[in-house]
């Protein structure tokens, strides 16, 4: 039989973030490594997030300024509890108890350093913990966790401690049933507790997991919860963990937009963001990354080779090996292969980028082409305009960056200079090969080279016995 689990919000999820990491080997702080488009403490505060708390709290230590900056952008609401030493978990939580009293009710302790633990399972935890009216709820996981905690049990499996692997005997050692370092406490009973855990151990650290020990000598209910899925017990420690955590949220997140209708054809060499969003129907091909606020619409076709950063496509837009920064793509644009959008560009309906062209802070009209090896900054291209192979729109002086302007349905020659600041008005033509730096008007031609002049007879005067010399005189002679 099911228990009915009630469904009540917390009172508070405190997250333990104060550890250095040393083991990542790095300048950023561990907390501030990101994965899947958030750092690891913004995946534990979206989990904590889930649960509604009352309060939440975080405690912080190690590159406190950093980290706490972080704090503030992702989770504003949060409060702060500043642990000066890292004196351990039990220290930790003692930290936020003395800053801030007994927090009556459920009280979820997490890392955040887990960015693969999901809201639902701290969710889990904290409701089968209300349920049992427990003192205390440990979130336990089986399999290979080297250097985690053992679940020491009696003889009828009842719960009796937590050891850590340092600190445990031969036999303890071989149990494979872990501590996961998230809990779900009684509130007023932790406070209390957690003033009587020493420093006895082989760390001489205020260890967290002593206070379950503790309320169960003091006769209170403790019981666990063994997650469903122990890839999100797996914390990261390296980069080799880091690796493995990305890789594991990335399949979950790929695996939910398939659900929801989106086609990836290739999961191993796509990686999508949470703040992602994507349309039915649309196709993701291999090797494509879509990073932080990109949206996809429906029917679109991203990929292969695709790096799109905070860039909206538009319906049923084609893009094949594009990368694109902070780029708006209307409905049924289609670009590349190979093209370079840069911050502030849009391309409207139904415009076509063609092979190496790179685009930055410029307007694509409606319909409009830009086919083939181009470059148009600060420029403004109306509706159904076509750009020839090789225009230059030449938008920098050296100082200063100067905005063109090309008309609806105007027609830009092969290989034209648009020098900047300039203007070629609504269906204007300008000769292939021309450095336009005057406006042309409305309807008319600009042509802006020099004009060709033929010498006639040269090449058999200068290259006498060339084969040039010989094929033009075959010719000639006709
Ligand atoms: C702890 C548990 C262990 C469990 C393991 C799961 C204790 C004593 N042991 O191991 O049973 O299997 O987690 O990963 O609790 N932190 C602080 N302040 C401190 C120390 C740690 O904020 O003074 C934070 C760290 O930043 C990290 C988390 O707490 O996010 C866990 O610390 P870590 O040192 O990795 O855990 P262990 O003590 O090895
Ligand atoms: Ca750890």
Redo the contacts with the bound molecule.
Sequence with gaps: MRLLVSETSPAAVVI????EGKRMKSRTPKMLHTMCGRSLLGHSLAAAAELEPKRLVV?I?HAKEQVSAEVAAVAPEATIVV?EQ????G??VRMVTEAIGAMPGTVVVS???MPVLRGATLRELASRHAAAANAVTVLTARGDFP???RIVRDADGAFLR?V?ERDATVAERAIDE????CYAFDGALLADAIKRVTTDNSQQ?E???DVVEILRRDGHPVGTVLAADAAEIR?V?DRADLARARRALNDRLLEDWMRAGVTIIDPASTWIDVSVTIGQDAEIGPQTQLEGATVIGAGAKIGPGCLLADTVVGEDAVLLHVVARQAEIGDRVTIGPVAYLRPETRIEADAHIGAHVEIKKSVVGPGAKVPHLTYVGDATIGAGANIGAGTIFANYDGVHKHHTTVGEHAFIGSNTVLVAPVTIGDGAYTAAGSAITDEVPPGDLGIARGRQHNSDGWVLANREQTRSADAAQRRRSE
Excluded: K, M, P, R
């Design positions: 333990l973030a104060a550890g405690v230590g642990q890292q004196l351990g978990t220290h930790a890392y955040g350093d250097g985690f905690g937590i850590e872990f501590n996961s370092g650290e260890y967290l997991t914390g420690n």
